[in-house]
């Protein structure tokens, strides 16, 4: 199994700032992807973090606003640039070992924007 | 993507057994079929997966119809703890890659006492 840590767990921003939220894997794991979940709604996957080149995003979901950094196997970054108040939601790191077909799911960030 | 559809909403008693089901009547042969399920306040975990064959662990059982089209996540003995939205979600694999997970609505377990 493998345990995922995320910080900061929540924040309150202003609009027109950026966020960066770490994901730690206490495992090395072959992938990683970022998913958002907005108030009382879905998970949305909004890009695989790839080790050693870049992240491959999701229709609608654009590197200028979501840079993605993965440069080891224990761990990525998420960045939420430029925020306005849509994108308050709930950001989740997820990992998959390379030995099973079990996803593990961070806790989540809450990210409110005013 | 192959879709999933599932009921918005399904009822349960405290120690009797739960039956949720999944349609994916678009599934592909080499689609998996997945549930997670996400507790409050929480993120997803893993319940079980399959492909053709019926699947058995110690969190659930699931039953995969002969021809792919539905399936069902039964939960034995439903406890307070088992509260939470179920996801029916098709993996889809494209040659060696592991393929991704895109969720869907889900079902929203209730379980009384």
């Known amino acids: 199994s493998a345990v995922i840590s995320q910080k900061p767990s929540r924040d309150i921003c202003q609009r027109g700032t950026s966020l960066t939220i770490q994901c730690q894997v206490d495992?090395?794991?072959?992938?990683m992807f970022w998913y958002r979940q907005q108030p009382g709604q879905s998970l949305t996957l909004i890009a695989t973090a790839n080790q050693g080149s870049e992240a491959t995003y999701e229709s609608g979901f654009v590197i200028d606003k979501f840079p993605i950094s993965r440069p080891n196997l224990t761990f990525s970054t998420l960045t939420v640039s430029n925020m306005s108040p849509e994108d308050s939601s709930i950001y989740l790191c997820?990992?998959?070992?390379?030995?099973?077909?079990?996803?593990?799911f961070g806790p989540g960030t809450r990210l409110t924007v005013t | 993507d192959a879709k999933t559809t599932q009921p918005n909403s399904m009822e349960s008693n405290e120690e009797e057994p739960v039956h949720l089901p999944c349609n994916h009547s678009?599934?592909?042969?080499?689609?998996?079929i997945h549930w997670y399920r996400q507790l409050p306040s929480q993120g997803p975990e893993y319940v079980i997966h399959g492909l053709t064959s019926n699947v058995n662990n110690r969190m659930a059982s699931l039953a995969i119809a002969e021809d792919r089209k539905s399936s069902t996540l039964i939960l034995h003995r439903a406890t307070l703890r088992d509260a939470a939205v179920y996801y029916c979600i098709l993996r889809i694999v494209g040659g060696t890659s592991y393929g991704k997970l895109t969720f869907g609505q889900g079902t929203i377990l209730t379980v009384h006492p």
């Open positions: 997820s990992a998959l070992s390379g030995t099973s077909y079990e996803q593990y």
């Open positions: 678009t599934i592909s042969g080499t689609d998996y």
């Open positions: 495992s090395q794991v072959t992938m």
